[in-house]
C-alpha cells in the first residue's frame, strides 16, 4: 500500500516571499502520478500541480514549482511570491495507474501567508 | 460551467438518526468519487462510480453507509445510523474519465455533526 507523509502541521510566510511545502511517499511502484491539491477555508479543493514519475523534469504551473526527487521519494512545493489568497491547507496526493487507481492523500499542510 | 454541487452543506443531527447527502457532479462527468474527511486529516475514498456502477466500493462501511448514482448522474450517500465517529466532512468529486490524466473537481463538501 502506498502512504504519503507531510510531516510539517503548518507554515507560515510572509507575503511576497518562497515557500517550500515539503511531501514524502513510500512505493513500490516505478510508474506513478503526485499531485499538489489546494483546499481554501471555503473547503473547495483544487488541483494546484501534477507530476508523472516517468518525467524528470519538475513541473511548473505559474508560481508554483515542485522538486520532484524519485530516488529519495520526495515531492516538495515550492510558491514564489506568495500572495494572502495562498492561504489555504495544501494536500500531497499519489495515484498510480491502472483501472483501479485512486488518490491517496497526505495529512496536509496548513499555510499561512502573512500581510 | 457549473462545479460539483453538494447539498447540504452542514447538518446537525443525533446519533442514531438517518442522513442522506447529496451530490450533482459536473456535467458530461462519467466518474464519481465520495470522500471523508476527518478534520485535519486528508480526504479517504469512499465509494467511486463508473457511470452507475460502483467500481470500487471495499472503503465504505457496508453495515451502515451505502450509496446509489441513478442513471449516473447524481448520487446519494446515507448513513443509517449515524454514529458520533461518523462527524466529518464528506466531499463529493466527478472526473471525466478514470485515471490519473482526468483531473477531479471536488465539491465544496457537507459537514455533518453527530451530537
Known amino acids: 500500500a502506498q502512504t504519503v507523509t507531510q510531516s510539517q502541521p503548518e507554515m507560515s510566510v510572509q507575503e511576497a516571499e518562497t515557500v517550500t511545502l515539503s511531501c514524502t511517499y513510500d512505493t513500490s511502484e516505478n510508474n506513478y502520478y503526485l499531485f499538489w491539491y489546494k483546499q481554501p477555508p471555503s473547503r473547495q479543493m483544487i488541483l494546484v500541480i501534477r507530476?508523472?514519475?516517468?518525467?524528470?523534469q519538475n513541473a511548473t504551473e505559474n508560481r508554483f514549482s515542485v522538486n520532484f526527487q524519485k530516488a529519495a521519494k520526495s515531492f516538495s512545493l515550492k510558491i514564489s511570491d506568495s500572495q494572502l489568497g495562498d492561504t489555504a491547507m495544501y494536500f500531497c496526493?499519489?495515484?498510480?495507474?491502472?483501472?483501479?487507481?485512486?488518490?491517496?492523500f497526505g495529512k496536509g499542510i496548513t499555510l499561512s501567508v502573512r500581510p | 460551467e457549473a462545479g460539483v454541487v453538494q447539498s447540504p452543506r452542514y447538518k446537525i443531527i443525533e446519533k442514531k438518526q438517518p442522513v442522506a447527502f447529496w451530490c450533482n457532479p459536473i456535467s458530461g462527468h462519467n466518474t464519481l468519487y465520495w470522500y471523508l474527511q476527518n478534520l485535519g486529516q486528508g480526504p479517504e475514498l469512499l465509494i467511486r462510480y463508473e457511470n452507475e456502477e460502483a467500481v470500487d466500493d471495499s472503503q465504505l462501511p457496508k453495515d451502515r453507509f451505502s450509496a446509489e448514482r441513478l442513471k449516473g448522474v447524481d448520487s446519494t450517500l446515507k448513513i443509517q445510523p449515524a454514529e458520533l465517529g461518523d462527524s466529518a466532512v464528506y466531499l463529493c468529486?466527478?472526473?471525466?474519465?478514470?485515471?490519473?490524466?482526468?483531473?477531479?473537481?471536488f465539491g465544496p463538501g457537507t459537514r455533518l455533526t453527530v451530537t
Open positions: 496526493a499519489f495515484m498510480k495507474p491502472g483501472a483501479n487507481s485512486k488518490l491517496t
Open positions: 468529486a466527478s472526473s471525466p474519465g478514470l485515471g490519473w490524466s482526468y483531473e477531479q473537481y
Open positions: 507530476q508523472e514519475a516517468y518525467k524528470q
